[in-house]
């Protein structure tokens, strides 16, 4: 998959003005604050229906526009090419469209452009909380798998009327007995999208990790043992997926367990006044040699593991899809020794549409692959850059 062409107006600082890429790599060079992460931003707006940095909508349109526009012609695996676009304005506003047609749902998305994107931030995913770990898997399985998407979606919603009625329920608003009975009603929802988000989560930590004891073996030149496995915060699901028992244990039953843990709890929930148990406090461990590098890896460590998995989360997709992500690495390489930074740069663009942003020019100083278009990126104005041009 590459992004073949960019059209962009009203974005951020950006200027107005149109692009073609290198279907191979694309380097984008300037000094922070010019406008390198914006053009990245402006990139993958499409492929999740949102800023990949949790922007609102009035944060990422210029301040001399009333709206943006942004229209990407997209090139998939099998040579068809379409046109993604999406427009917002500061009322309110929300167009996306695939080839002029009206796109209403962002589940409709998932897959049709996918990008992978890597910033200083990415290390969070191995030294930060829970949080970072369970989302990098959530949008992951929901490349794969898009039901896995709406079965997400609706938990979490579930999740807040039942947190909701818990709340009311502690400050004496809602009768006990009353709320007893619609407490069950939300368990028993939730039971059933829980079984469908902790089999997910388990699969996925299953797929990815063959794959990023790979990239981690190549970046690293070692053969240390390196998993990401999954840690169910439910007893009900950790004794189903542990052993022999995950071999006999079918949804059904899964699921009756989740039921049956979450009522057992719910008199306590209803004590504190919000839920105890759930996929929401899952998390996942990152291993190298045994070692669990959320707690005791070095600060190297923990940046290879990072990109291993975020390398590896392309590969999964393609096992799944056949479809190779465009990956976007936004002024990373100052956070990996030179010697790893450049293996990373030639393991990426074998496969795939890569996009470089970097500050220094020594971060990519001697590379030489085949196709590459460098832009210069100067208070949001990007000009591309000719071969042995200052």
Same mark, same amino acid.
Not at 87 to 100: C, V
Not at 216 to 222: A, C, D, F, I, Y
């Given at each position: ?6 059209? +962009? ?7 107005? *003005? ?8 694309? +380097? ?18 499409? &492929? ?72 200083? $931030? ?8 829970? =949080? ?12 794969? $798998?898009?039901?896995? %998407? #709406? ?33 069950? &009603? ?12 902790? %089999?997910? =989560? ?17 970046? #690293? ?34 699921? &009756?367990? +989740? ?8 008199? *306590? ?13 899952? $998390? ?6 045994? %070692?669990? /590098? ?16 975020? /390398?590896?989360?392309? *590969?999964?997709?393609?096992?799944? =899809?056949? +479809? ?12 990996? *020794?030179?010697?790893?930074?450049? =293996? %990373? ?46």
């Amino acid at each position: 998959m590459r992004i073949v062409s960019a059209s +962009i107006s009203g974005f951020r600082n950006l200027k107005e *003005d149109s692009f073609e890429f290198s279907p191979q790599v694309n +380097i984008v060079l300037g000094r922070n604050g010019m406008g390198k992460t914006n053009f990245f931003e402006a990139l993958n707006f499409f &492929a999740l229906g949102r800023s990949h940095q949790g922007s609102k909508t009035e944060e990422i349109i210029s301040f001399d526009s009333d709206s943006l526009h942004v229209k990407l012609e997209v090139e998939e695996e099998s040579g068809h090419k379409f046109m993604g676009e999406f427009g917002l304005d500061k009322q309110g506003g929300r167009r996306i469209k695939i080839d002029g047609e009206p796109v209403s749902r962002r589940s409709d998305l998932v897959g049709k452009l996918a990008t992978v994107f890597f910033n200083p $931030d990415s290390i969070a995913l191995v030294r930060g909380g829970p =949080r970072n770990r369970r989302h990098f898997v959530d949008q992951s399985q929901a490349e794969i $798998d898009p039901l896995y %998407l #709406t079965n997400l979606t609706a938990f979490n919603r579930t999740l807040r009327q039942k947190s909701g009625l818990l709340r009311d329920m502690r400050k004496g608003l809602v009768n006990y007995q009353k709320g007893q009975l619609e407490l069950k &009603a939300w368990n028993e929802e939730l039971a059933s999208y829980a079984t469908d988000i902790c %089999l997910g =989560r388990n699969e996925y930590s299953q797929l990815v990790s063959p794959y990023a004891h790979s990239c981690h073996r190549k970046l #690293t030149k070692e053969e240390k043992p390196f998993e990401f496995v999954y840690q169910s915060n439910l007893e009900s699901v950790k004794k189903h997926l542990s052993g022999n028992q995950k071999k006999h244990s079918d949804k059904s039953e899964i699921e &009756a367990d +989740i039921l049956s843990e979450l009522d057992y709890i719910s008199k *306590d929930e209803t004590k504190r006044g919000r839920p105890l148990v759930g996929p929401q406090f899952d $998390d996942f461990e990152v291993k190298l040699s045994g %070692l669990d /590098l959320r707690v005791y890896g070095s600060q190297g460590e923990t940046r290879t593991a990072a990109v291993s998995l975020i /390398l590896a989360r392309g *590969d999964v997709l393609f096992e799944r =899809r056949q +479809i190779r992500p465009v990956l976007f690495f936004d002024d990373i390489f100052s956070e990996l *020794d030179r010697e790893r930074a450049r =293996r %990373l740069q030639e393991m990426a663009s074998q496969l795939h549409q890569v996009f470089i942003a970097t500050a220094r020019q020594d971060d990519v100083e001697g590379w030489h692959p085949d196709q590459v278009k460098t832009w210069k990126v100067n208070e949001g104005q990007i000009s591309q850059s000719l071969p042995n041009s200052d």
